[in-house]
C-alpha cells in the first residue's frame, strides 16, 4: 500500500483562517491578521467553537495504490470527495500480468489457509484470462475477479471530510486494510498542515459504538 499527497490548497491554514475571519468582520484581513503566529491560534479557537465548516476551503488530493477493491468499495463511501479509480472496463487483466491481490494477514497464519487463497486467486484469473481470450469484454470478464484484486485511484477530499474520515477509520473497530490507508493519509497531511490536522484521530470520548474496546 502506498499513499501520495499529489496536491493541496496552497497556503491551506492561511485559507481557512481567512475564511474564519470574514465570518465576523466587515473587512477583509490585512497580512498583519494572517500572520502565521495568528493564523494557527484564530482556526484552533474557531474550530474549537464547533465552526468545522471552514475546514472545508483547503482540499488535499492524493494517489493511492496498492489497496483492495473491498477497501476502495469503503473509501469511496465519503461522499464529500472526488474519486478516479482505475477502471476494470477498460485496463485489462492476466495474461501473464498478474492482477495483484491483497491477502489479510488473518490468512497468512496457516499455510493451509494461504494456499486455498492462492488456489481461489489462481482459478479467478484463469477464469479471466480464459473469458477474454474467448472475446468477452474486459468489463463482464471483471465479475470473476474477487475484492482482492488491488486498485489504484486518485482521490481529493477537504480537511473537514478527511478529520471524519480519521474520526471513523482510525478507530481500533475500523477494518484492519482501510485503517492502514488511513494512517498513511494522516501522516501526509499532519507532515503538510499540522494546524489543521492537530486533532486529526479516532472519535475516543464521543464515540457511538455500544461495545468497549478497552483492551482490544
Given amino acids: 500500500m502506498k499513499v ?3 496536491a493541496s490548497t496552497p497556503n ?14 466587515l473587512e477583509l484581513p490585512t497580512e498583519a491578521d494572517l500572520h502565521p503566529d495568528k493564523c ?8 474549537g467553537y464547533g465552526h468545522t465548516s471552514i475546514l472545508e476551503h483547503a482540499s488535499f488530493t492524493f494517489a493511492i ?9 469503503q473509501l ?4 464529500i470527495a472526488s474519486f478516479s479509480q ?10 501473464g500480468s498478474g492482477c495483484g491481490y491483497v491477502m489479510p494477514e488473518s490468512c497468512k497464519q496457516d499455510v493451509e489457509v494461504i494456499e486455498e487463497f492462492e488456489r481461489a486467486l489462481m482459478a ?3 477464469a479471466y484470462d480464459f473469458m477474454t481470450k474467448k472475446g468477452i469484454p474486459a468489463e463482464d470478464a471483471r465479475f470473476v475477479l474477487p475484492s482482492a484484486t488491488t486498485t489504484k485511484l486518485v482521490m481529493t477530499m477537504n480537511a473537514r471530510e478527511l478529520l471524519h474520515f480519521f474520526q471513523q477509520r482510525l478507530c481500533i473497530k475500523a477494518q484492519w486494510e482501510i485503517r492502514e490507508l488511513a494512517m498513511l ?10 494546524v489543521l490536522f492537530a486533532t486529526a484521530g479516532p472519535g475516543c470520548g464521543n464515540c457511538k459504538e455500544k461495545r468497549s474496546c478497552q483492551g482490544e
Fill in 4 to 6: 501520495t499527497l499529489l
Fill in 12 to 25: 491551506a491554514t492561511k485559507v481557512v483562517a481567512t475564511a474564519a475571519w470574514i465570518c465576523t468582520h
Fill in 40 to 47: 494557527g491560534p484564530m482556526v484552533k479557537r474557531v474550530v
Fill in 65 to 73: 495504490e496498492g489497496v483492495s477493491r473491498a477497501c476502495s468499495h
Fill in 76 to 79: 469511496v463511501r465519503y461522499r
Fill in 86 to 95: 482505475q477502471s476494470q472496463r477498460f485496463v485489462k487483466f492476466g495474461n
Fill in 124 to 126: 479467478a484469473e484463469a
Fill in 185 to 194: 493519509i494522516r501522516a501526509e497531511v499532519v507532515s503538510k498542515e499540522p
